[in-house]
């Protein structure tokens, strides 16, 4: 199956750092990819939808300058979290969806990014 | 609009028993409808989708789930629970939305596999 990384699998950071995840499709070509944010025993929350080549979409109430989302190519997704604060401590997960021909309709998952801000 | 429901936050079975994960929706439009699983700390594998095609989907790891839009559910199966089988499971719809396809997901249950 299509398979997408995540990297780094864990960050730990100072308050008012800023943080880049990177997420990857290593065997087939992105063009849409999606942001998650998971808090614990809940279920995930989408953050933003980012299309190759263009301006990622904000979901309501997540702040676009805060979460920066870059998606230049067909494989690469990044996720900048600005001025990190504890309460941004979070899973992140991304996932990605084949280009237009593919298996269009599903999301192939990473394995997640687990950021703690002290 | 669409929206899933997961009935069950908790489910408890037996090793050797059979599994239900109950799942409904609502969309305007068809839907895709897809389930994954989480194990602690990892991402999301698909476990099977439906698009349209075969309303018994058959997936990985001895799931399957029928789709059943009189019911607007999509309940996942399987005869005979593993201890490997203990994660969390999300049902998920797509839908098209504004030339994208616009995904929710379900709150999630939580499968324990009592030895």
């Known amino acids: 199956g299509a398979v997408v990384s995540q990297h780094p699998s864990r960050v730990i950071c100072k308050s008012g750092t800023s943080v880049k995840i990177e997420c990857r499709s290593l065997d087939f070509q992105a063009t849409t990819m999606f942001w998650y944010r998971q808090f614990p025993k809940q279920s995930l929350m989408l953050m933003a939808t980012?299309?190759?080549?263009?301006?990622?979409?904000?979901e309501q109430g997540v702040e676009k300058d805060k979460f920066l989302i870059n998606h230049a190519s067909l494989t690469l997704s990044t996720l900048t979290v600005t001025s990190a604060h504890p309460e941004d401590s979070s899973f992140y997960i991304c996932?990605?969806?084949?280009?237009?021909?593919?298996?269009?309709?599903?999301?192939?998952f990473g394995p997640g990014t687990r950021l703690t801000v002290l | 609009a669409q929206s899933v429901t997961q009935l069950d936050s908790h489910v408890s079975v037996s090793e050797g028993t059979p599994v239900l994960l109950r799942c409904n929706y609502s969309s305007s439009y068809s839907p895709s409808l897809f389930w994954y699983v989480q194990h602690p700390n990892k991402g999301l594998q698909l476990l099977l989708k439906?698009?349209?095609?075969?309303?018994l989907v058959k997936g990985i790891n001895g799931f399957e789930a029928e789709f059943k839009k009189s019911e607007t559910s999509f309940h996942l199966t399987k005869p005979s629970a593993h201890m490997s089988d203990a994660a969390e499971y999300f049902c998920?719809?797509?839908?098209?939305?504004?030339?994208?396809?616009?995904?929710?997901f379900g709150t999630g249950t939580k499968l324990q596999v009592i030895p």
């Open positions: 980012s299309n190759e080549g263009s301006k990622a979409t904000y």
């Open positions: 439906y698009t349209s095609a075969a309303t």
């Open positions: 996932s990605a969806r084949e280009k237009a021909g593919g298996r269009t309709d599903t999301q192939y």
């Open positions: 998920v719809v797509s839908v098209p939305s504004g030339g994208y396809q616009k995904v929710t």
